[in-house]
């Protein structure tokens, strides 16, 4: 059987005088250093240590050169034949040195989708590793990779803590629900407001704001833990960072397009938010952020489309939680995932709420937040309108609670552990 998988140029084409079970390739009249090695170097490499290759050549120094580089690169040479035409087929075994780790991906033919390629599909070809080995650095996965490369500072190598197979598909679709914060909302919908609620608009943005931060610094210190062998949940985070850039970006504007400005910053809001930057285990920092706090964002978020003063805010909380959805389904599929491989995880996360419910004492939803989401579902100052605000806010923090039970169903609690997850949560929101 002989293979050709190489030839030396492209008019003569691959060698026929291999002996059986050889690869050859023809390297014409390039001298060893003039192109020849470029041809037989990636022949050699597609064998195992120990599999021989043909090389056939014309040129005349050719011999010398090949025998010293075999020597040096520890290759096996197995001496050479001259033929009536007078080239010289080589023959060399390859050898151990430098072979790389891994299967080739010859072949691998993505499929296509309506003429799109989904990061979906190249996961499904190409799956996550359940361990990742640090030495391999930054080589894409399903390369070979040659061994003895340092070891890389990454400390996220296991795909049961840190890989959710969803995390493909919701690459996708944050790369196709990318929108533009300048161009996408109707800016010049912003209505004349009473000051009042204009005010208000502008304290529920400030907070808003404050919490998105949060969201942006936070998994953006994960990001350069993550094994690049599950380079979609590092690209998936940066998507993710880049969503809330956009919701800093919109809330602060809406703050101040309507004449209302920013409002106060709560202390309650500043420790919530600092035990979150200050998680140092990625499922339990996924899990505070994304399925407690982005969650109850949600229910937030929906409250101010609700009761939304005019377009441009009705419109913009909308995309921002059209986005959240994303960054919410993420963190239950990774907390979903990571408590189906380890038992512990419930004790870890119980404790971690209840440290952070420690941090904050007695407090509850800042002041300021309080009244803003008040006189926002009031629609202004008027007293019967106020009470029927009043109400609509204790409505709000009821739902958050009920559909924060539920998310933790959904990732897997009992009702029991939801139950105290959801009570221990911060009055933060966030
Ligand atoms: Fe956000
Ligand atoms: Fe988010």
């Given at each position: 059987m002989s293979e050709?998988?190489?030839?030396?140029?492209?008019?003569?084409?691959?060698?026929?005088?291999?002996?059986?079970?050889?690869?050859?390739?023809?390297?014409?009249?390039?001298p060893l250093g003039g192109g020849a090695l470029a041809v037989l170097r990636p022949a050699l490499a597609l064998l195992a240590p120990g599999g021989v290759l043909s090389v056939r050549s014309t040129s005349s120094g050719f011999s010398e050169d090949f025998a010293s580089w075999c020597r040096a690169e520890r290759h096996d040479d197995l001496g050479a034949e001259t033929g009536p035409d007078g080239a010289t087929t080589h023959r060399v075994a390859r050898g151990a040195d430098g072979v790389a780790r891994?299967?080739?991906?010859?072949?691998?033919?993505?499929?296509?989708?309506d003429g799109a390629l989904l990061a979906a599909d190249v996961l499904a070809a190409v799956p996550f590793p359940a361990r990742a080995d640090p030495?391999?650095?930054?080589?894409?996965?399903?390369?070979?990779?040659e061994p003895g490369g340092p070891a890389y500072p990454v400390d996220l190598v296991e795909r049961d803590r840190v890989a959710p197979p969803e995390t493909a598909r919701l690459y996708d679709q944050a790369v196709a629900a990318q929108w533009d914060a300048a161009r996408d909302v109707p800016w010049d919908r912003v209505g004349a407001?009473?000051?009042?609620?204009?005010?208000?608009?502008?304290?529920?943005?400030?907070?808003?704001a404050e919490n998105e931060l949060s969201a942006l610094w936070v998994p953006?210190?994960?990001?350069p833990r993550v094994h690049p062998a599950y380079a979609e949940v590092a690209m998936l985070l940066g998507i993710t960072?880049?969503?809330?850039?956009?919701?800093?970006?919109?809330?602060?504007?809406r703050a101040r397009a309507g004449g209302g400005g920013l409002g106060v910053s709560h202390v309650t809001t500043s420790r919530s938010l600092l035990s979150l930057l200050?998680?140092?285990?990625?499922?339990?920092?996924?899990?505070?952020?994304?399925?407690?706090?982005?969650?109850?964002?949600l229910d937030l978020l929906r409250y101010v489309e609700t009761h939304a003063p005019d377009e441009a805010t009705a419109v913009l909380v909308a995309r921002a939680r059209a986005d959240e959805t994303r960054h919410v389904h993420f963190g239950l599929a990774h907390v979903?995932?990571?408590?189906?491989?380890?038992?512990?995880?419930?004790?870890?996360?119980?404790a971690a709420v209840r440290r952070r419910a420690a941090t904050m004492g007695d407090a509850g939803v800042p002041p300021a937040v309080q009244d803003a989401l008040t006189v926002l579902a009031a629609r202004g100052t008027e007293p019967r309108a106020v009470a029927r605000g009043h109400e609509a806010f204790r409505a709000l923090l009821h739902e958050m609670h009920e559909n924060r039970m539920k998310r933790l169903v959904h990732a897997g609690f009992t009702p029991e552990q939801a139950q105290t997850l959801s009570d221990l949560h911060t009055p933060n929101f966030m």
């Open positions: 050709a998988p190489a030839s030396g140029r492209g008019a003569r084409g691959a060698a026929g005088s291999a002996s059986a079970g050889a690869v050859a390739v023809d390297v014409g009249d390039l891994g299967p080739r991906e010859d072949g691998m033919r993505l499929p296509r989708r030495g391999s650095g930054f080589a894409p996965r399903g390369a070979q990779v407001l009473p000051p009042a609620l204009e005010r208000a608009v502008g304290q529920t943005m400030t907070f808003l953006a210190k994960f990001l960072l880049a969503d809330e850039a956009r919701h800093i970006d919109v809330f602060l504007k200050e998680q140092e285990d990625f499922t339990e920092a996924m899990f505070l952020l994304s399925v407690l706090g982005e969650g109850t964002f979903r995932h990571a408590l189906a491989h380890d038992s512990t995880l419930y004790g870890r996360l119980e």
